[in-house]
């Protein structure tokens, strides 16, 4: 069986998917940080510290944004960073192995990464959200008229998720990996 492709309408070439999941490889302060400040710093996996020698130390960790989409049954996810205070990163951290943390309240951060898609998502105001162990918790974007917001609450149809895909299978969106592969 054929993986689905559809014609892109920018280049009039086909493409795999649309994809319904895309990774942010780390926050963007990772890809603007000196080679020095990242060589200090620690980028594993699901988490991030940022050290810098001019301000204090920032935390990160990836969550997953889901989008529904209107008129299939699975979400679109975009699975990006989060910027959290370290009190509320160390809050993160004893939960991260914690059977009982699918009960714990949100943990409140802002988005680390622009995606692509849509306008400046930088510092989107989003909760984390912790489920079972093993799932990359969720982020839940905080209602505004922003239309990342938007689209997290009200949904979008299969239409835009192809138009969102044509975007970013192009090069003018580094950062973000196509496919599900990296989001559970």
């Not at 780390?26 to 050290?51: I, M």
């Not at 889901?66 to 959290?84: C, G, Q, Y």
Request: hydrophobic share 40%; aromatic share 8%.
């Amino acid at each position: 069986m054929k993986a689905p492709t559809f014609e892109c309408s920018r280049c009039g070439e086909e493409h795999p998917g649309p994809p319904t999941a895309y990774a942010s490889t780390a926050p963007g302060a990772w890809f603007e940080a000196s080679e020095a400040t990242r060589a200090r710093s620690r980028l594993q996996g699901e988490l991030c510290l940022l050290n810098t020698d001019e301000e204090p130390a920032r935390f990160f960790l990836r969550a997953n944004v889901a989008i529904p989409i209107t008129d299939e049954e699975e979400p679109l996810v975009f699975s990006a960073w989060v910027a959290l205070e370290e009190p509320d990163f160390r809050t993160a951290m004893d939960l991260w192995n914690d059977p009982e943390r699918g009960v714990a309240p949100g943990i409140q951060g802002r988005l680390a990464n622009d995606l692509a898609a849509y306008p400046s998502t930088m510092n989107l105001p989003v909760e984390v959200q912790f489920g079972p162990i093993g799932e990359r918790p969720r982020g839940v974007i905080a209602p505004s008229d922003h239309p990342l917001a938007v689209d997290h609450w009200e949904g979008v149809p299969s239409t835009r998720v192809r138009a969102i895909a044509e975007i970013l299978a192009h090069p003018e969106a580094p950062r973000l990996v196509l496919g599900d592969e990296d989001v559970p």
